[in-house]
């Protein structure tokens, strides 16, 4: 998946917006207010310990903090949440070693974690337009 494969799946979710609280370099996504993805491109002085971010887009993605290990250890490209709460957030960089398939199950389940926090009315609005469409 590449950064525009990635920013359309990711603006076809119901409800969702595109905003730019970090500076014009990070884009955010948000369902009701509510962030679920960022997505920007990794720069020269942005490394994990191996380097891997420079050059490369990275998104953060929410995810159950079980499953967010895993993928850890599965991956070599998802890491914990640069500049997040690494318990509860991946980083997934963009250089095709991750089926992309599976980023889209990874941003499905972020999309549905930050759903499932909110009050039930904005879930109900939101369960309305997935009963139409596919998550």
Request: contains cysteine.
């Amino acid at each position: 998946m590449n950064a525009e494969q990635a920013r359309e799946y990711l603006l076809a979710k119901p409800e969702t917006i595109l905003d730019y609280p970090f500076g014009a370099d990070v884009d955010v996504y948000k369902v009701k207010g509510k962030m679920f993805a960022t997505l920007s491109k990794g720069k020269g002085n942005e490394k994990d310990t191996d380097g891997k971010m420079a050059g490369h887009y990275c998104m953060n993605l929410k995810c159950d903090p079980e499953e967010a290990i895993m993928l850890r250890d599965i991956f070599g490209s998802v890491l914990p949440g640069y500049h997040m709460n690494k318990a509860q957030w991946n980083t997934v960089i963009l250089d095709g070693s991750v089926p992309q398939g599976e980023i889209e199950r990874m941003i499905d389940n972020s999309f549905l974690l930050v759903v499932s926090k909110m009050k039930k009315a904005d879930q109900q609005s939101i369960k309305l337009h997935l009963d139409n469409r596919a998550c």
